[in-house]
């Protein structure tokens, strides 16, 4: 894929997003469920209808595996592709930092107005973390 220039027909609103915004959205990384997760969270948002379900396999706090399932415009999709691959081989403390900022720059950008998309993977992580930390919890007390 370096260097190999794609051509395809310009529409005006691709100007929008970024070209790793369509590769992310168009290959999206880390897609699918974990069947032995020990963090699972799933957040929404009304904006655009975007729904998101982060799986987290941690082992010795290090999240040794992530998977998602998006059902949401393409910021959403590409927002969730780019996070899991930004927490994935982390500990959980520094995955627990990741913000929906870093997420967008890390895509080179999002519009304005899909900002709120990028908002949504920060939360599902946080979610699944938080999933991790009461059930890691439970076992301890058990
Ligand atoms: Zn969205």
Redesign the pocket.
Do not use: F
């Given at each position: 894929m370096t260097g190999q220039i794609m051509k395809r027909n310009k529409e005006d609103n691709m100007a929008l997003y970024s070209e790793k915004v369509m590769d992310h959205f168009r290959n999206p990384r880390n897609v699918g469920v974990i069947e032995d997760a020990n963090g699972i969270g799933e957040v929404g948002?009304a904006?655009?209808g975007?729904i998101m379900k982060m799986y987290l396999k941690i082992e010795d706090d290090v999240i040794k595996d992530v998977k998602f399932e998006t059902f949401?415009?393409g910021?959403?999709i590409a927002s969730s592709s780019m996070a899991t691959e930004l927490i994935k081989g982390k500990p959980v403390s520094d995955a627990m930092q990741l913000t929906n900022k870093a997420v967008a720059e890390a895509l080179d950008g999002l519009p304005d107005y899909?900002m709120?998309?990028s908002v949504?993977a920060e939360e599902a992580i946080r979610s699944a973390i938080e999933d991790y930390k009461k059930s890691a919890e439970k076992t301890a007390q058990q």
């Open positions: 948002n904006k655009c975007d949401g415009c910021s959403a899909k709120h998309c949504l």
